[in-house]
């Protein structure tokens, strides 16, 4: 599990440190579930034209559908742990496999068409996520996070990717500037906030990398021309003291 750790420790340094505030025995499978999301996420940036990464999406969509089949991974470290966290939070398979399809936007330059279309981008890409790991927190409890977690990925989404003013240009639909997608992410995190005091405490970790949002959104609102820094010092705290309001 080393392995797995490190590389959302290193790629996905936010969803690694909620972790720590998560049951010990519910850790590992959100670490891997974290770890495959990092993997497939980063495709995109590490090919050189989109039938390559059209190829390995491919690879781990083949893989999801092999593990759901029965198999162990293929070898793969994190496709051996991610068979662990499908089986222990009863993970859905098309949830996973949607998010790989989703990506593959990533590999055009094509803007994304409306609101409806980025909303749903960052539906499958980020609120499942954070609805698969309050599946593997709390299997039972975890519908009740559904709601939220549509509206917290949409925000969280989309504070990361204002930060990114080359991913901005892309992501961001005809006419939709920067300004009106941030009142735009404030509102999703107005609404899932909201909702977040009537979940069962054990599914809040999933929601954690959420709390830093507001500070993403403020930080782009006042550079909109340079990429969205927050100290690892800043963010860590901001989860902390989430968290502690949560005891």
Avoid: C
């Avoid at 830093?212 to 006042?222: E, G, H, I, P, Y």
């Avoid at 909109?224 to 989430?242: A, G, K, N």
């Amino acid at each position: 599990m080393s392995g797995v750790s490190d590389i959302v420790r290193t790629l996905d340094r936010d969803r690694y440190l909620s972790t720590l505030f998560a049951p010990d025995d519910r850790r590992p499978d959100l670490l891997a579930l974290y770890a495959f999301n990092a993997e497939v996420s980063r495709i995109p940036a590490t090919v050189s034209e989109p039938g390559l990464g059209l190829i390995r999406l491919q690879w781990w969509r083949d893989t999801v559908v092999s593990l759901y089949a029965g198999g162990g991974g293929a070898g793969h470290p994190v496709a051996a742990a991610l068979a662990d966290a499908i089986q222990n939070g009863g993970l859905p398979e098309q949830a996973l496999t949607d998010l790989i399809t989703a990506h593959e936007f990533d590999l055009y330059d094509d803007r994304m068409p409306d609101l409806t279309a980025l909303e749903a981008y960052l539906g499958e890409t980020q609120s499942r996520l954070i609805q698969m790991a309050a599946m593997i927190l709390d299997r039972e409890a975890a519908p009740k996070a559904s709601a939220a977690a549509g509206l917290a990925g949409v925000a969280y989404g989309l504070a990361l990717i204002l930060g990114n003013p080359r991913r901005r240009d892309v992501f961001l639909p005809p006419g939709m500037d920067v300004a009106a997608a941030i009142t735009h992410a404030r509102s999703r995190l107005a609404e899932a906030l909201a909702l977040l005091p009537g979940l069962p405490k054990p599914l809040l970790p999933a929601f954690l990398p959420v709390s830093l949002t507001a500070t993403f959104l403020n930080r782009v609102s006042k550079r909109l021309d340079q990429p969205l820094s927050v100290s690892p010092l800043r963010r860590q705290l901001t989860m902390w003291w989430t968290a502690r309001g949560w005891d």
